[in-house]
């Protein structure tokens, strides 16, 4: 006789829970992805909030100061850089294949069309700076956001011990206070590390009267968030440019390129990280691969800081697991 198979009622009950749960989750994916930008940035702005607070700064006016300091420097530094990077853009496009053509004389290449499909380059970056700011209602949700999660972080502990009781809701604040550690952390001490390259890049391309050197040394502070690979390549179209020039010069940027990475691994590295809970190589890229080939570039940008709190769940669950056993 064939086997009966039965299921239970609460077998039914928390699969049907567990599906509408999973569609209204898909239903508000834009929304939660606000609130997740949004944590990071406070675990980012978190530890200025609270030397603020600890010198009797109201955490509102803390919270002010905070987004006028931060901002105001991002924003000054933006609106400083992009009249210059669009400008070099557009000329390295322009000079691109004639750069390549004398690299590499017998390559037979189609200048004109390369040229057309480059031009764009700096009409695009405008494109894309417009873009972002123009999102205004994207950006002010995401800084109310963040300026009401900092407000009442303070309050997270009452609100956890109501929700889930004293032993629960001390443990999910050890666990959130663990993620904020840890996401603060890596992105001070990425952002610190890609600005530190970026200038020094910047300043070692300009003392070696290399042209672009602006939008090189900007590729550089991006291509920091990719370990050992990144460098490597940011270093590629520098080398090739002075090529054109002289191969004295292409082998003096190149020592300049190791001499920074010397730089980064053994001294701005170890000082920038040392408070911070960095991840494997491996793991970084395997993050940056999967998170762009689901969403494109803000997958990527993403990508590291979720799988950071994924990690610390994960340990934060087996912990408790072990508690009970």
Known sequence: MPSKIEISHKTIIFTAVFLIGLWFLYSILDIVLLLF????????????????????????????????????????????????????????SQAFPSLISQIIPNLSLDVAS????????????????????????????????????????????????????????????????????????????????????????YIGLTVLRIDYALPLAIIAGFLEIVPTIGPILSAVPSVLIALTVSPILAASVAAMYFIIQQLENNLIVPLVMRSSVGLSPIITIICLMVGARIAGVGGAILAVPIFLVMQEVFVWFLKNQQDKS
Request: positive net charge; hydrophobic residues 50%.
């Open 37 to 92: 930008v949004s944590f990071v940035l406070m675990s980012a702005l978190r530890p200025m909030v609270e030397w603020l607070a600890k010198r009797h700064f109201p955490r509102a006016l803390s919270l002010i100061l905070t987004y006028i300091v931060f901002f105001g420097i991002f924003g000054g530094t933006l609106i400083s850089v992009i009249p210059s990077l669009v400008y070099q853009m557009t000329k390295f």
């Open 114 to 201: 390369i040229s057309k499909q480059l031009a764009p380059i700096g009409e695009n970056l405008i494109k894309l700076t417009v873009g972002i700011f123009s999102n205004i209602i994207t950006v002010m949700t995401i800084l109310v956001f963040t300026f009401y999660l900092s407000l009442e972080r303070k309050k997270a502990e009452d609100h956890a011990k109501n929700l889930f009781g004293n032993t629960w809701g001390e443990s999910i604040m050890q666990l959130l206070s663990s993620i904020e550690s840890r996401l603060g952390s890596w992105i001070q001490g990425e952002f610190i590390l890609m600005l530190t390259i970026g200038v020094l890049t």
